[in-house]
Structures are given as C-alpha cells and as structure tokens.
C-alpha cells in the first residue's frame, strides 16, 4: 500500500500538484487520470523520488519515503519497478541485458541465474525471439513488454508505469494493459498507473484518482467514475464520441 | 549569479561522481567500452592533425628565419618546443572538446532525453558514478593519446623539413635535442591531465543536466564544445602562469 498526505510540488511558483491526499491499494490497479499537463506525471515523480515534493509526505507501507536514511532508501527502491512513458530502455544494451541490468546491479548472481531469471521474465510477459536484438531492432508493443520485464525482474512489491500504452495501436494498448493487471494480482504488488486513456479506465481501472490542474477533483472506483455527477470528470469521460454513445444507449435502455 | 549556479551545480556533479560506486564488475565493463570510445576512436584523428600541423609549424619557423645568422637546427628546435608546450597538449585538447566532448554530451544528453538516466536513478543507482566516472578513467589514459600527437608532429616537422628542403636531416635532429628540459615534458603532462578531466566532466555536465528535447540535445553538444574550449584555454593559461613565468 502507498499512501501520500498533501503533496504539493510547484515550478517558478505555479502549482503543478496542489495538495494532494490519497490511498493506493496493494494487490489493485491504482490509475491516476487526467488531461495532459493536469499533474499526473509529477505527481509521479514525486512519488518514485525523482522530485522532491515542496511538501506533504510519501509512506510505502510503513516507511515514509522523504525520511529514509540512505542505505533503507536504496533497499526501498530495489522493490520499486517503474515502466517509463518512453520505455527508457538502454539503447547500448539487448533485449536479454536490459531486463538482467537489475540483477546485476544489484544481486550477486551468477550468469547464467541471471539469465535464467531473464528468460523466466520474458516468457512471463510473452516476448518472443527478441533476446538479442537491440530496442531499436523491436517494436513500440515489445518495448513496453522489455519494460514491464525489466521492473518485476526483481519481484518489486510497487509498480509504477507513466503511460504505458501511450503510441501504441488500440489492441497491443488493451494487451499491455491487460498484461499489467495480471502481473499485479499474480505478484500481489502494488501498482500505480497514469493515464489519459479511457479504454485503460474500462480494462483495468480499479481504484481511479482524477485530477484538474494538479488538485485531485474526483476519487473512486471503475464503477463509479461512470455514474459521477461531477462535470469535470464527465467532461473528461465523456469527450469521446464513442463514450457519449456508450451513455446515450445505456439511458435509453434504462 | 546563474554562472555561479552553474559552477556549483557541476562541483556537486563531481563531488556526487565519487561516492556511492557502482558494482566494480559492471564498471571494469563501462571503462573499458569508454577508452574505447574515447581514446582508442580518437588516435585517427590525433595522428593526422599532429602529422600535418607539425610540418605546417616546421614550414612556418623556416620562412621566417632566413637570416643566414641564425642556426639552421632553430627549424627543429622551434618545431619540437611548439608540439611539445603547446601544439599536442593545447591544440589537440581544443579538437577533442569538439570530438570527445561532443560525442559525451549527446550520449548522456539522450539518455536524459529518453529517460534513461530517470531509470538509473529510480533503480536507486547513482547515476553520476555509472556515467561520469568511467570516462574519467579512461581519460587518465589521454596522456597517452597526447604523447603519441607530440611524436607525430615533430616526424611530421622532420618529414616536411628535410622533403621541403627548409632544413637537413642533420640539423632537424640536432634541433628538437637541443636544450631539452624535462620540466616542459612535466608542465605539458601536467596541463594534458588537468585537461582529461576538463574533458570527461564539462560535457557531461551540459548533457547530464540538459533539458528539452533531441534539438536540445544538439544544442547542448554546441553549448559543451564552447565551454570545454574556454575552461581549456583558462585554465592552460593558469597553468602556465604557474609552471613557466
């Protein structure tokens, strides 16, 4: 479980997380939405330590994270997998040593367990012939795969993932997706997801926060960001076309 | 008050460089590919400009020495004192700032582009000591690099000088051993390291620390190459000042 209290994080004085206070549940998909530039990336950053939030604190489970000593952060982060929006896989490195480069940076495992563990990880996440090819050499479906592989390679118990299905086409998207809710449940972590993807909210949005302008507007779960009366949340729902036909068959029915 | 930033910044870069080190196995790896990249890449270039511009500086002293007054082994003397003080360890140092300099900013620049320097540091791995210190220790071995430009140039005066009939074989050799001090070797090889370490850490300073996008990136590499060659000429006149006046 990861709980924040009043996170704050501002730029040149403009805030750009306002005050946030939330619960992410071990075990569920935890998806921050919201528009481009509402804050979601920030506010993951913030919660991985790649920024340092003005205010407010961070617990992973018992430990609250702005107050480690160094040696307990490290250890904190070697269970903390993160998919980065683009893949930020090593271009210098194939498939197989990008998702062995935490073992070996951080276990005293032979090669070839290494290796093993890789393999066991790649066929977790269905990667297939694309062990010694370079990330330039696969496509976007089987980055964010290598991705994936790479952050539970070291059987994190937190997940982050900032866009993961973001360039890639409807199905490889909804496959991604899938893939991520499964690890989730499989290894019992817990996962935080951002997103502006309504098709993700649909497949695997089980605790869903919304924010506007980096305050948090709206929190609950897949079921009910549907029959919300908050119009921000509405807006954002229903902006699609395919949404809004969606709402006008179900009221009809109804 | 933003160049002051600037210098702190890059002082706590190389403060952050030297602590929390990397798995000694996976940085024997990272320095070899780095003197690779750095140093061994570079010996192509160093030893045509050395060549070239060591018989331009050989062409250049016997022109303007016609004076029948003057020693003819001046053509070998002057050749060997200008490689050796300032030709190999300034001149060269000036072409690697474009070379090396360039080719460090970009690769960390796109990392930072690409977020990959975001997955070091997520991972909990000190992303300073993983990128930087490994080029540091490659350049250690730029003396090297440096001693073989200071060969080629004065072979490339010899060449220019007896094939271009400016001096005598004789005379070129008599010239670069006369009144040989070792202290110049000392105060070149003292500048060439404090250069090696100019070069590894300015241009990652300007790619580690870049923001925006790959024209950024671009723009960084340009940014890296004039800075290095200012910090280069400053601090070559420091030493200078220092070790010789």
Known sequence: MIKIENISKSFDQIKVVDNISTEFEKGKTNLIIGQSGSGKTVLMKCLVGLLNSDQGKIFFDDKRFDELSFSNLSDLRKEIGMVFQGTALFDSMSVLENIIFPLRMFTNKSNDEMIYRGNEVIKRVDLKDANNKLPSEISGGMKKRVAIARAIVLNPKYLFCDEPNSGLDPKTAIIIDNLIKEITEEYNITTVINTHDMNSVMEIGEKIIFLVNGRKIWEGSKQEIFDTDNESVNNFVYSSELFKKVRDIQIKGK | MKLFFHIGLYFLMISNTFIRFTKWNVLKKLIFKEIDDLIIRSFGIVAFISFFVGGVVAIQTALNIENPLLPGNLVGFATRQSVILEF?????????????????????????????????????????????????????????????????????????????????????????????????????????????????TVPSYHGYYMKGGALDVGKASTLSFVWTSVVIIIVNYIVTQLLLA
């Open chain 2, 88 to 200: 190999a360890p300034t001149f060269i140092s000036i072409i690697m700032a474009g070379k090396v300099g360039s080719f460090i900013t970009s690769s960390i620049g796109t990392m930072r582009v690409t977020e990959q320097i975001d997955a070091l540091e997520v991972m909990g791995i000190n992303a300073h000591n993983y990128l930087i210190f490994p080029k540091i220790v490659a350049l250690l071995l730029y003396p090297f690099l440096i001693t073989f430009a200071m060969f080629l140039g004065i072979i490339g005066g010899y060449i220019v000088s007896i094939y271009g009939g400016f001096s005598t074989s004789y005379d070129f050799i008599q010239g670069i051993q006369l009144d040989f001090r070792v202290y110049h070797l000392f105060y070149a090889y003292v500048k060439t390291t404090l250069f090696a370490f100019i070069l590894a």
